[in-house]
């Protein structure tokens, strides 16, 4: 299946509490665009998502981390379109360093995984 990907910095706007821990909010806000992408491929229509199955929140996330949202649609209904999303952290500020120096870091740091189901309207379908 297709796969869709987004990556982006979480922004000192993102943090939500103390210490710049950014609210795990975010990360379903990322699946939800990721998933509109896939939707978009698949069906030529935004579609919408119907609820979440599951989601594990594995590591926090803070203010300058760049996170990458990854999605696939693993099984087609008629309507329906169950996805799989995983959020890795890929870069860290270092700080403690200087207040520009940041890190990639090798083995990225799954932060969220989450399993969903979207659904895209017969007559709104297009693929």
């Known amino acids: ?12 706007h993102d943090a939500h509490y103390g ?3 950014v609210d795990g909010a975010k990360m379903l806000q990322l699946f939800g665009d990721v998933a509109t992408e896939l939707l978009i491929r698949n069906d030529g229509d ?4 119907a609820g979440y199955e599951s989601v594990e929140f594995t590591a ?31 870069i860290v500020p270092r700080p ?3 207040d520009s120096a940041c890190d990639v870091l090798e083995e990225p740091i799954v932060v969220c995984r989450a399993v969903g189901t979207c659904v895209v309207p017969k007559d709104k379908q297009r693929g």
């Open 1 to 12: 299946m297709e796969k869709a990907v987004i990556r982006l910095r979480m922004s000192m």
């Open 19 to 21: 210490g710049n821990l």
């Open 46 to 49: 935004e579609g919408l998502f």
């Open 60 to 90: 926090p996330v803070y203010a300058g981390d760049y996170i990458e949202a990854v999605g696939e649609i693993t099984k087609k209904g008629n309507s329906s379109r169950k996805m799989t999303f995983e959020a890795r952290k890929v």
């Open 96 to 98: 403690d360093i200087n």
